[in-house]
Structures are given as structure tokens and as C-alpha cells.
Nanobody, 122 residues
């Protein structure tokens, strides 16, 4: 089970930190990622990190503004978001791949959290 939290309302230019806690089993050997879905739009990739933390991937739209990290000892993955823009408004989901390599393809993810709302006001 994955539980995402940390969303909220923030002004443009502000920062938020999302976290996702895994329970029920260890995901330390699995890659993890974040996706988001805005109203009326399809779910899109945001960031991913391999199990060893050696590889990270970012969507072009968030590169240099968002940072993904993980704590394998605590079974958590985080997304530090800065310089937020109104177009970052969406429900953010964490997800896990049953494999070590990070991927940007949502279809490759096996477990999904329930999502946390991020709203950026202009």
C-alpha cells in the first residue's frame, strides 16, 4: 500500500514537498515514481528514481524545479517541488515498479497511491 501526502495550496513561486510512504512490504529494490493528473487531462509522468538512487528521470516541464529522492530504510519516496507554477496544479500520485530500473511509462508501474492534491494559485 502506498500513501501520498504533503499536497496543499501554494502561491506561484512557492515550494511543496510531497512524500509517499509504502507499507505492507518493502519496496527498497523497486523503482519508484511520481505522476500527476490535472482536470480534463491525461495522467502524465513527473519523475522517477531507480532502486539504487543512481538513476533519476524528470519530465521536461519540471526539470530543474523538482527533485525526487528516496529513503530505502524508511520505505519512502519524496518529491521536492520549487518554483511552482499554476500549470503544476494536479493530483499527484506515487507509484512503484516491480523492478529496479526507473521508467517514465505509467503502464510499467504495478502499485499506485491514492493521490494528493497540489494547487498553485497565480
Amino acid at each position: 500500500q502506498l500513501q501520498a501526502f504533503g499536497g496543499g495550496l501554494v502561491q506561484a513561486g512557492g515550494s511543496l514537498r510531497l512524500s509517499c510512504a509504502a507499507s505492507g512490504r518493502s519496496f527498497r529494490t523497486y523503482a519508484m515514481g511520481w505522476f500527476r493528473q490535472a482536470p480534463g487531462k491525461e495522467r502524465e509522468f513527473v519523475a522517477a528514481i531507480s532502486w539504487s538512487v543512481s538513476m533519476t528521470y524528470y519530465a521536461d516541464s519540471v526539470k530543474d524545479r523538482f527533485t525526487i529522492s528516496r529513503d530505502n530504510a524508511r520505505n519512502t519516496v519524496s518529491l521536492q517541488m520549487s518554483s511552482l507554477k499554476p500549470e503544476d496544479t494536479a493530483v499527484y500520485y506515487c507509484a512503484v515498479v516491480k523492478g529496479p530500473g526507473a521508467t517514465m511509462k505509467s503502464g510499467n508501474y504495478d502499485y499506485w497511491g491514492q493521490g494528493t492534491q497540489v494547487t498553485v494559485s497565480s
